[in-house]
């Protein structure tokens, strides 16, 4: 038994338990007491190492995700310096007296053509301060979704639960 996986070891320590309990008088022959003393190294060996494994994974997770956040970073500066370089254009082009007209004439430089364009439809601008209850209702828009913090602080309160909604409490490995 020597590269024995968890659920063989912990298969096996059952099997033992069971013999034990079923034993006229719960004695433990040396031998046994030996096996399962090897089978608990085996088995804490095995702890050991899956905790590492998971230690290993959580510090590069946050390597991952350091890296990711900085290539977000990366792909935000990127894309305000392109709509910069744009604007920087696009005024430039209007104080030399292009305009948006449909069929003038772009401007054109050995690889690009530019012209201004209008936008297919306005951008909506609203006043300073603006919230959703100083607008009408058909400018509000209204999300509805379940609230599952309020089940359960409801449930906290009264002792009742929306018809099918059950309150399951889980569990989970803690490593320190």
């Given at each position: 038994?020597k590269?024995?996986?968890?659920?063989?070891?912990d298969?096996?320590?059952?099997?033992i338990?069971?013999?034990?309990e079923?034993?006229?008088?719960?004695?433990l022959?040396?031998?046994?007491?030996?096996?399962?003393?090897?089978?608990?190294?085996?088995?804490?060996?095995?702890v050991?190492?899956i905790?590492k494994?998971?230690?290993?994974?959580?510090t590069?997770?946050?390597?991952l995700?350091?890296?990711l956040d900085?290539?977000?970073k990366?792909?935000?500066?990127?894309?305000?310096?392109?709509?910069?370089?744009?604007?920087?254009?696009r005024l430039?082009?209007?104080?030399?007296?292009?305009?948006?007209?449909?069929?003038?004439?772009?401007?054109?430089?050995?690889?690009f053509?530019?012209?201004?364009?209008?936008?297919?439809?306005p951008?909506?601008?609203?006043?300073?301060?603006?919230t959703?209850e100083?607008?009408?209702?058909?400018?509000?828009?209204?999300v509805?979704?379940?609230d599952?913090?309020?089940?359960?602080?409801?449930?906290?309160?009264?002792?009742?639960?929306p018809?099918?909604?059950?309150?399951i409490?889980?569990?989970h490995?803690r490593?320190s």
């Amino acid at each position: 038994m020597k590269n024995a996986t968890m659920y063989e070891i912990d298969e096996n320590l059952n099997a033992i338990l069971l013999l034990i309990e079923r034993s006229e008088d719960g004695e433990l022959p040396e031998d046994l007491g030996n096996y399962i003393e090897k089978l608990e190294m085996q088995r804490m060996d095995k702890v050991e190492a899956i905790c590492k494994i998971i230690r290993d994974a959580k510090t590069r997770q946050i390597g991952l995700q350091a890296e990711l956040d900085r290539l977000k970073k990366a792909v935000e500066v990127e894309s305000n310096r392109q709509e910069s370089l744009k604007e920087i254009l696009r005024l430039s082009l209007l104080a030399h007296g292009m305009t948006p007209i449909a069929g003038s004439a772009p401007y054109q430089t050995k690889l690009f053509k530019l012209r201004i364009q209008n936008n297919s439809k306005p951008e909506v601008v609203l006043p300073e301060g603006a919230t959703p209850e100083s607008m009408p209702a058909y400018a509000v828009r209204t999300v509805k979704e379940i609230d599952r913090t309020a089940i359960y602080e409801h449930y906290k309160a009264t002792k009742e639960l929306p018809n099918g909604v059950q309150l399951i409490l889980g569990n989970h490995v803690r490593i320190s």
